[in-house]
């Protein structure tokens, strides 16, 4: 039924934003305007939205979403980001997984997810 995956995160500061998605995480910047962007991840699209100037301030911000990036190697993915500025927040080892959470420049919520 579904083809593909995206998510759209509002965003203040674009040129902060486009810079943590791709240089930081290493992601493929695939279409920038100023206004909007498009981030290519693994199985996901990520559209970066700049709203304010245009239509007025950005909406409130929820904390009801996050981004989760899986990955083979937790160390070698939390040393690789940390290299480049990551700051790590907290921790989740569970039986059938370790989380590890992070945040982007605007203060989403993003996680690393090691399947055992």
Request: proline letters at 3%; aromatic letters at 6%; hydrophobic letters at 40%.
């Amino acid at each position: 039924m579904f083809k593909s995956g995206n998510v759209t995160v509002m965003v203040a500061d674009m040129k902060q934003a486009v810079k943590f998605y791709a240089e930081t995480l290493g992601l493929e910047l695939q279409h920038g305007d100023g206004h909007f962007a498009q981030i290519a991840a693994p199985g996901l699209t990520i559209g970066l939205l700049h709203l304010a100037g245009e239509q007025g301030s950005l909406p409130e911000k929820s904390g009801s979403m996050s981004i989760g990036f899986e990955v083979e190697d937790m160390e070698s993915a939390i040393e690789t980001l940390k290299s480049r500025g990551v700051q790590f927040h907290d921790s989740v080892e569970g039986k059938a997984a370790n989380v590890v959470h992070f945040n982007d420049p605007e203060g989403n919520t993003l996680y690393l997810v090691c399947n055992r």
